[in-house]
């Protein structure tokens, strides 16, 4: 009690000097006596009790003792003076003033005076100060463990290194709990033993070797039942041989359901002990530790087949360029950046705009268009010569995705056959002219019965129909070799009511309405006159031969925009929808067409060589039981 320090603010310094010397210090008490009014308050903060004159504090001195009282709760203030008003005493009191004496002071008086004021003192500080300070100790332990959990918790979230959370992780819980060691276990399937995966303070060659099997540990135990284990002080307790502890608490590490290690702390030091609170401590820690095994485990998994995806991207024999929105180069294989001959290959690509690494115009153009429509087996000739068939997918949240498959071999077996198919027909012409020459001079040379006639009559008609057959293949076989590159500026409407005139004599015979509309003025076409008319021909032909007696046909001729547009309706039959595919195929006749209808399933095909020659499109809609409608894009000359 002695050694609290007394502050002396009295503003007779004589008087302060007497009272020190003559009291205060045979008494054991330190002192200091203030010279002025910042030394008090320099002073005021570390003293126990202050001995004040109010005529020490100069202007406002009850006012000013408040302040510091509330700044300085602990220091206690008795007041050396003679104002001994009852008014005086009041604000006093109010102030905080802990007695009052009056000079001339007896050194009993004074000394009385003091250790009851520091009795009280000392009162106030066991009873309230100490516990508030244990208190406010407490929670503030409390907020670093909450601080550090926490922590953990942020790293097993944010940090995708496994070594790195579960070493923390055992650093937390070693820390947290005050322990001596701590260790990570995990459950080797395979030998059904336990072995280190993560340890602070044990030591080394020792976590290196520990193994121990499930059935007879402790730690097993635990993984066994799922339940969290504390051991505390009930003597020495046998971990492994020569590994003895006097406290553990071993918890659980669940995944799913389903415990897969055990996270441990313990105490070889017989004076520490564990509690309740640690168990749950260190089982939020292992909640941390499982969640990031599992973290770790996904993403192996997702980092796995994504490189399994990868190879198999890298290693497909077709081409496969992903874009994303902006057209920029997301994935491309080693396969399409050979075919677009993408110098510095498919790594240097990903990510620049595909317009800025392929110089392959065509393929660019479909990229263009995609917006449009989407590439459906268009084909692009790459500049080493290979054909490719270019499939474009959107995929939702990333882009488009555009496969690219070889065709060259297709193409070639494609051509042989064409130049089978014309030699034959070629070689067929003359025989069957000879033939068709031969029945028609018979009747010249004698006369016929009705029944040879009829015969005479049937083979022409047969060898008509190989001839026309024979004529076609050779026309599709010219068209497609690119042999008629003939052009010229053509009026599209009398090219078109020449094929029309040709046919009007056969829809009349079938009384079928055939309405022409032709829009006047329309733009020239730079195009093969013989072959648009053929186009013609075949589209309204084919109407007249599938739509029955009486029915409508429409001839619309009209341009749009930079395009001319050729539609032939009828109110025939219509398409079975299973059949529209394939009706421009070559020899494909669609299951609605009776069989005494004739024809070769090349009329179609010719039609589309011809306007994709002309760098047109044509399609067909049609609705069975309804009517067909066939539709012919061409561009005009200055379009092209
Ligand atoms: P074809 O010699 O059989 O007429 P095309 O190539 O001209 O050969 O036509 C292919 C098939 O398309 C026809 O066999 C027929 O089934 C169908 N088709 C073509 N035009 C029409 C139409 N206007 N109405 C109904 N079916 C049609």
């Given at each position: 009690m002695t050694e609290e320090t007394i502050l002396l603010a009295l503003s007779d310094p004589h008087v302060a000097q007497l009272m020190a010397q003559g009291a205060l210090s045979p008494a054991g008490y330190r002192y200091h006596i203030a010279k002025n009014l910042s030394d008090l308050a320099s002073k005021w903060g570390e003293s126990a009790v202050v001995l004040l004159d109010p005529k020490f504090l100069g202007k406002d001195p009850m006012q000013r003792l408040q302040d510091w009282r509330q700044q300085h709760p602990l220091v206690r203030v008795i007041i050396v003076s003679n104002q001994t008003t009852s008014e005086f005493w009041r604000v006093a009191m109010r102030a905080g003033v802990a007695d009052i004496l009056q000079p001339p002071l007896r050194t009993s008086t004074l000394l009385t005076a003091l250790s009851d004021v520091l009795r009280e003192r000392q009162n106030f500080l066991e009873q309230v100060i100490i516990p508030l300070r244990r208190s406010t100790q407490n929670l503030q332990d409390r907020v670093e463990i909450f601080e550090r959990l926490a922590e953990v918790g942020q790293m097993v979230t944010g940090n995708l290194d496994l070594d790195d959370v579960l070493n923390s992780t055992v650093d937390a819980a070693v820390t947290l709990t005050d322990a001596q060691e701590g260790s990570l276990l995990l459950l080797d399937r395979e030998t059904d033993e336990l072995y280190v995966r993560a340890e602070r303070n044990v030591e080394d060659h020792f976590s290196r070797t520990y193994r121990l099997k499930v059935e007879d540990s402790l730690a097993g135990k635990v993984l066994q039942s799922g339940e969290p284990l504390l051991i505390s002080r009930r003597g020495p307790q046998k971990i492994k041989t020569a590994y003895l502890v006097h406290a553990l608490i071993y918890v659980p590490l669940r995944r799913k359901g389903e415990t897969i290690g055990v996270l441990g702390v313990d105490h070889r030091d017989p004076d520490k002990d564990f509690t309740r609170e640690h168990v749950l401590l260190v089982s939020a820690l292992a909640d941390f530790a499982a969640i990031a095994i599992e973290n770790a485990r996904l993403f192996a998994h997702l980092q796995s087949e994504r490189d399994r995806l990868n190879a198999i991207l890298l290693n497909v024999a077709d081409g496969v360029v992903v874009l994303d929105e902006s057209q920029k180069i997301f994935f491309i294989n080693p396969a399409a950046a050979e075919a677009l001959e993408i110098?510095?290959?498919?790594q240097k690509a990903i990510g620049n705009p595909i317009s800025e690494v392929v110089e392959h115009a065509e393929f660019i153009s479909l990229i263009q268009e995609s917006a449009q429509h989407l590439p459906e087996r268009e084909e692009i000739h790459a500049k080493d010569g290979r054909f490719f068939s270019v499939q474009g997918a959107r995929i939702p949240d990333i882009g488009l995705a555009l496969t690219m498959h070889d065709i060259s071999s297709l193409k070639e077996l494609d051509r042989i056959k064409s130049e089978f198919v014309s030699t034959v027909s070629h070689d067929l012409r003359s025989p069957l002219t000879a033939v068709m020459g031969y029945t028609e001079l018979l009747s010249r040379v004698g006369p016929l019965n009705e029944r040879q006639a009829e015969f005479v009559h049937r083979v022409q008609q047969s060898v008509q129909n190989i001839t026309s057959l024979v004529n076609e293949l050779l026309d599709l076989g010219k068209i497609e070799a690119g042999f008629d590159i003939h052009r010229e500026f053509i009026d599209i409407g009398s090219v078109v009511q020449v094929a029309i005139d040709e046919l009007c004599s056969l829809a009349e015979k079938k009384r079928q309405h055939l309405l022409v509309s032709i829009e006047t003025n329309l733009p020239a076409l730079l195009a093969n006159s013989s072959r648009i008319q053929q186009v013609a021909r075949n589209l309204v032909s084919n109407a007249i031969k599938y739509a029955p007696f009486g029915a409508r046909i429409e001839v619309h001729v009209y341009q749009q925009e930079q395009q001319v547009i050729l539609q032939v309706s009828d109110n025939g039959p219509g398409i079975p929808l299973s059949d529209q595919p394939y009706?421009?195929?070559?020899?494909y006749r669609a299951s609605n067409v009776p069989d005494d209808v004739a024809g070769t399933g090349l009329g179609l095909a010719i039609v589309k060589s011809i306007v994709e020659a002309h760098d047109g499109r044509v399609w067909v809609e049609s609705y069975p039981g309804e009517g067909t409608t066939f539709t012919v894009v061409l561009p005009t000359a200055t379009e092209q």
């Open positions: 110098t510095g290959g498919p009706i421009f195929d070559k020899f």
